[in-house]
């Protein structure tokens, strides 16, 4: 195995790389299938992050974390907002962002540093194939985050909290890949429920508001209390 380590290691930084390129892509695109696909990208990217760890540093049950992520993320929970929540949503061509998109970038471009920064004050990860997993996954939480804070509606807001969980995931793996699997798979699990509940809640205030954008409905919120 310690032959194929270098392999490993260049297989694990490309998948490093395509999960820093999908977080840019989820915050730059201004359509929800794109938003969706970018998604779908970045936890493949994790799950192949995972399988790499797993055989290079000899940990069989990140095996079974890698395949039910697969199911879940890029299978399951975009069939549960495609089948809660209205076509409407998917078809509109743009979504609402408070900055631009070469502002969002810039931005972008800040916090990736800043994760970088950051990584060094962490723990190291446990083996050095891991170690280009601690920045960018922190990259990846910070940029989720920012993703969230921009969007003006529930689902994008949702997949920017889902872009938050594949960072902390990427990161979480190279520092601590021999946690209890109960442990590994509870992430997974919460993710799905709240697709779920966040899709079956968008689509009722979608069909008796007219809107899932949070401002508009922070505003009916107001108006009614007066």
Same mark, same amino acid.
């Given at each position: 195995m310690a032959n194929f380590a270098p392999v490993l290691a260049s297989l694990n930084g490309l998948a490093a790389g395509a999960f820093l390129m999908s977080a840019f892509g989820l915050l730059a695109t201004?359509?929800?299938?794109?938003?969706?696909?970018?998604?779908?990208?970045q936890s493949l990217t994790v799950i192949a992050s995972i399988v790499l760890i797993?055989?290079?540093m000899h940990v069989p049950d990140l095996l079974a974390v890698a395949l039910l992520d697969?199911?879940?993320?890029?299978?399951?929970?975009?069939?549960?907002?495609?089948?809660? =929540? &209205?076509e409407e949503i998917f078809r509109r &061509?743009?979504?609402d962002q408070v900055l631009n998109i070469p502002g969002?970038?810039? =931005?972008?471009? =800040?916090?990736?540093?800043?994760?970088?920064?950051l990584a060094g004050l962490l723990p190291p990860a446990s083996d050095a194939m891991g170690n280009i997993n601690v920045p960018i996954g922190l990259a990846g939480l910070l940029l989720g985050a920012f993703t969230l804070a921009v969007r003006r509606e529930a689902v994008p807001q949702l997949?920017?909290?889902?872009g938050i969980e594949n960072g902390s995931l990427f990161a979480g793996i190279a520092i601590a890949p021999r946690l209890p699997l109960v442990a590994e798979m509870a992430f997974p699990f919460d993710m799905l429920i709240v697709?779920? =509940?966040?899709?079956?809640?968008t689509r009722i205030t979608h069909e008796r508001v007219g809107t899932t954008e949070v401002g508009a409905l922070r505003s009916l919120r107001e108006e009614a209390a007066k």
């Open positions: 201004r359509q929800m299938q794109g938003c969706l696909r970018f998604y779908k990208l797993a055989i290079g697969f199911a879940i993320k890029p299978l399951l929970i975009p069939w549960l907002l495609r089948r809660y =929540v &209205r &061509r743009e979504i969002s970038l810039l =931005v972008a471009l =800040v916090l990736t540093l800043i994760a970088y920064f997949i920017g909290i889902f697709a779920l =509940v966040i899709g079956i809640l």
